[in-house]
Each structure stands twice: as structure tokens, then as C-alpha cells.
């Protein structure tokens, strides 16, 4: 494997967050199949402000939603259409809103 073919990923703590002290509220994951032929990359962005101080959990609560479903699709035969991607997305949220509860 040469490092063209290596996948990864890295959240990091913005300018703005470290001068005033708060979290970084961002988070990001990438997974490949054991065949490498499928890469999934989900990123999300999270409030960054005071008043969603929980923002950081719920931005990787976020990847972990939209991963766990994508690795399911890249198991199936699924077809991309506006519907589907539709279907998609509130696959997605549902999940996320599963996990925040």
C-alpha cells in the first residue's frame, strides 16, 4: 500500500475556539471495506457556540449516524436517485435523533 491509497481524517480545534477557550465542535470519520473498493468520508460541523454547549456530541453522534448508515448501503444494491437520497437523509437524522435522545 503506498500512501496514495491511505484514507484518513482529523478534527481539528479552530483558531476562534482556542482563543476564547471552547471545544472543538467539529467532527469527521472515514472508513474503507476490506476489499477497498468502497471509502466512505463524513464530515459534520458542529454549532460552535455557547448555546449549544452540547454540540460536539451531537456532531459525532451526527458521523456515527450517517456512517453506520452508508456502510449499510454500501452493502446493498442501492440505486442514487432523488428519492433515495431523500430516504437517505431521514435515515440519517432518525438515527442521530435516536442517539441524542
Do not use: Y
Amino acid at each position: 500500500m503506498n500512501l496514495t491509497d491511505m484514507i484518513f481524517n482529523s478534527s481539528v480545534q479552530g483558531a476562534s475556539h482556542i482563543e476564547s477557550g471552547k471545544e472543538c465542535q467539529d467532527h469527521s470519520m472515514v472508513w474503507e471495506d476490506p476489499l477497498h473498493k468502497i471509502r466512505i468520508a463524513v464530515v459534520s460541523d458542529g454549532h460552535g457556540s455557547e448555546r449549544h454547549f452540547r454540540s460536539a456530541i451531537g456532531s459525532q453522534f451526527a458521523c456515527e449516524a450517517a456512517m453506520d448508515v452508508l456502510k449499510e448501503l454500501a452493502c446493498a444494491d442501492v440505486s442514487f436517485d432523488q428519492d433515495s437520497l431523500n430516504q437517505i437523509a431521514r435515515c440519517i437524522c432518525s438515527r442521530w435523533s435516536q442517539m441524542v435522545n
